[in-house]
């Protein structure tokens, strides 16, 4: 059974930092890529920031400069560190992982539970 559980959501003052953590834990092959989406009340879950397997990213354009994607693939453990927050970036946080768990090429996506991270004065 694969599992993906996230740390590190928590309050924080707007221009403040935080960092999240995420490890899949269980029996698979590998990884392939691992992320971070996130999700308002009342609208669509967005990508956030995503890294393959190869170490590529891809950020949403509201957190370039702002986030930053790190992954330990010793650890199955992916981060996201998250400075200058605005409170516009409030919202449950999700991590996703596509792990190869029955398949040596293809993936299936798990999902975490989601952490809130929440900024405000």
């Known amino acids: 059974q694969v599992q993906l559980v996230e740390s590190g959501g928590g309050l924080v003052q707007p221009g403040g930092s935080l960092r999240l953590s995420c490890a899949a834990s269980g029996s698979f092959r590998g990884i392939n890529s691992m992320g971070w989406y996130r999700q308002v009340s009342g609208k669509q879950r967005e990508l956030v920031a995503l890294m393959t397997s190869g170490g590529s990213t891809n950020y949403a354009d509201s957190v370039k400069g702002r986030f930053t994607i790190t992954r330990d693939n010793a650890k199955d453990t992916v981060y996201l560190q998250m400075n200058s927050l605005k409170p516009e970036d409030t919202a449950v946080y999700y991590c996703?992982?596509?792990?190869?768990?029955?398949?040596?090429?293809?993936?299936?996506?798990?999902w975490g539970k989601g952490t809130l991270v929440t900024v405000s004065s």
């Open positions: 996703n992982a596509n792990i190869r768990d029955t398949s040596i090429y293809y993936g299936n996506d798990y």
